[in-house]
């Protein structure tokens, strides 16, 4: 009787937490979900589970799962662990409005038969196309990439002129995901990031100047890491370590460490051991905490200086 009654007090929280959900502050929250399950919710991966057009319910309850250790997995962990009842409801709220996978292959399959009907003779070939870097560019970015060099004469000295650093405490900023680039400005003026150059440097930028970094930076090439091997580092950037509930790394910065724009997951590649150590360090005691939804510090936490020491090595090597 006893177990009927909790049964049923858990299907009443989850009917009350989907009756209060938020389909568009889901949409606003699933940015870290999308490197994964694909940002339509349907995944790329054959790892990784489609979500859309699954029940909301059953998603409030294996989010719920993940983060008590009723479900173990060693990605999803650490991503539910910060999620209230409210996020889980408004994520599990977007995810199932969205048509199914296979709703989403028919519409695509419609959309293609259209297009190649409709097609006009005088259609460009593929390949044609040219891309001009020094245009505003405003369907990729936000900011103008021309405007972005002129403006970047004073972060040359800590980050190189075209954004590949000569010096190991800085960072590469070269090949950077724009976004990224405009959010970590943004933080370091607001102070959710604290830097004591940064702080100097952002104090007069205003948002269109971070705009405008961010497009140039993000245009240029990232030089290949020139870091010496780990084995133990390459493991845990692959695998990591299940009985510590340390994710892998891969899940969020890729295979060659280049990340994943759209879900905010920077590029690691081309970066000094240096300032990876630094990173993974702040975001484990907590002096840097401005990563989505606490992920980096839910991770680093558990990280040993041993593991650090290892994985930055790793990251430092790929090209």
């Known amino acids: 009787m006893k177990k009927i009654i909790f049964s049923l007090f858990v299907a009443l929280s989850s009917v009350s937490a989907v009756q209060a959900a938020d389909a568009n502050a889901g949409k606003e929250k699933s940015g870290a979900c999308s490197a994964c399950h694909g940002p339509t919710g349907v995944s790329g991966s054959p790892m990784f589970p489609n979500i859309a057009g699954q029940n909301d319910a059953y998603i409030i309850k294996q989010l719920k799962d993940f983060k008590s250790g009723a479900r173990t997995d060693a990605m999803m962990a650490p991503m539910a662990a910060n999620l209230s009842d409210a996020d889980m409801a408004d994520l599990a709220a977007h995810f199932s409005s969205?048509?199914?996978?296979?709703?989403?292959?028919?519409?695509?399959?419609?959309?293609?038969d259209t297009s190649t009907d409709a097609a006009p003779?005088?259609?460009?070939?593929?390949?044609?196309?040219?891309?001009?870097?020094?245009?505003?560019?405003?369907?990729?970015?936000?900011?103008?990439?021309?405007?972005?060099?002129?403006?970047?004469?004073?972060?040359?000295?800590?980050?190189?002129?075209?954004?590949?650093?000569?010096?190991?405490?800085?960072?590469?900023?070269?090949?950077?995901?724009?976004?990224y680039i405009a959010k970590q400005l943004a933080d370091f003026k607001s102070g959710n990031r604290n830097d004591p150059i940064m702080a100097g440097m952002v104090a007069a930028l205003t948002q269109e100047d971070m705009d405008d970094?961010?497009?140039?930076?993000?245009?240029?090439?990232?030089?290949?890491?020139?870091?010496?091997?780990?084995?133990?580092?390459?493991?845990?950037?692959?695998?990591?370590?299940?009985?510590?509930?340390?994710?892998?790394?891969?899940?969020?910065?890729?295979?060659?460490?280049?990340?994943?724009?759209?879900?905010?997951?920077?590029?690691?590649?081309?970066?000094?051991?240096?300032?990876?150590?630094?990173?993974?360090?702040?975001?484990?005691?907590?002096?840097?905490?401005?990563?989505?939804s606490g992920i980096m510090r839910n991770i680093a936490i558990k990280l040993s200086d041993a593991d650090i020491e290892a994985v930055s090595q790793y990251i430092s090597s790929l090209k």
């Open 98 to 112: 969205l048509p199914s996978a296979n709703e989403q292959a028919a519409a695509a399959s419609s959309s293609a």
């Open 121 to 179: 003779a005088s259609a460009p070939a593929a390949g044609s196309v040219e891309i001009v870097s020094s245009t505003p560019a405003a369907a990729i970015y936000a900011g103008n990439v021309a405007a972005g060099k002129n403006k970047s004469a004073a972060c040359a000295a800590c980050h190189g002129a075209d954004g590949n650093s000569l010096v190991p405490t800085y960072p590469s900023l070269a090949g950077q995901s724009a976004n």
């Open 213 to 292: 970094l961010a497009a140039y930076f993000a245009v240029q090439n990232t030089k290949a890491g020139t870091g010496e091997s780990n084995e133990a580092g390459h493991k845990l950037y692959l695998g990591g370590d299940a009985a510590k509930g340390i994710t892998a790394c891969i899940a969020c910065h890729g295979v060659t460490g280049k990340g994943m724009k759209q879900a905010g997951f920077p590029s690691i590649t081309g970066q000094s051991q240096d300032y990876l150590k630094k990173q993974l360090a702040s975001f484990r005691d907590g002096t840097r905490g401005n990563d989505n």
